[in-house]
Nanobody, 116 residues
Framework: QVQLVESGGGLVQAGGSLRLSCTAS????????MAWHRQAPGKQRESVAG???????NYADSVKGRFTISRDNAKNTVYLQMDSLKPEDTAVYYC??????????WGQGTQVTVSS
């Protein structure tokens, strides 16, 4: 089992920045990919960014060049640096991990609100 605790959400004006953090506990040695997803009101949950244990990253087209995902394996933490935020980035952001056995775990979510 893996437990995830997110932090860093909040209210920011358009053009501003926020950094989300997600710290894993439990069977952390089994974690391979760490990622962020988001869900806006009335919309499906979507992938935002992901990073493997080796550091390979991927991003949704909508956030490329604005968001940066990183991880500190020693701290079992993944970060999402969000710059140049837009009102359409408003959503609940969820931390998500995939283990080497393909088990998947979600965090509880953190609200990000971008005002225009």
């Amino acid at each position: 089992q893996v437990q995830l605790v997110e932090s860093g959400g909040g209210l920011v004006q358009a053009g501003g920045s926020l950094r989300l953090s997600c710290t894993a506990s439990g069977s952390i040695f089994t974690i391979n990919t760490m990622a962020w997803h988001r869900q806006a009101p009335g919309k499906q949950r979507e992938s935002v960014a992901g990073i493997t244990r080796g550091g390979s990253t991927n991003y949704a087209d909508s956030v490329k060049g604005r968001f940066t995902i990183s991880r500190d394996n020693a701290k079992n933490t993944v970060y999402l640096q969000m710059d140049s935020l837009k009102p359409e980035d408003t959503a609940v952001y969820y931390c998500y991990v995939i283990t080497v056995r393909n088990n998947r775990y979600w965090g509880q979510g953190t609200q990000v609100t971008v005002s225009s």
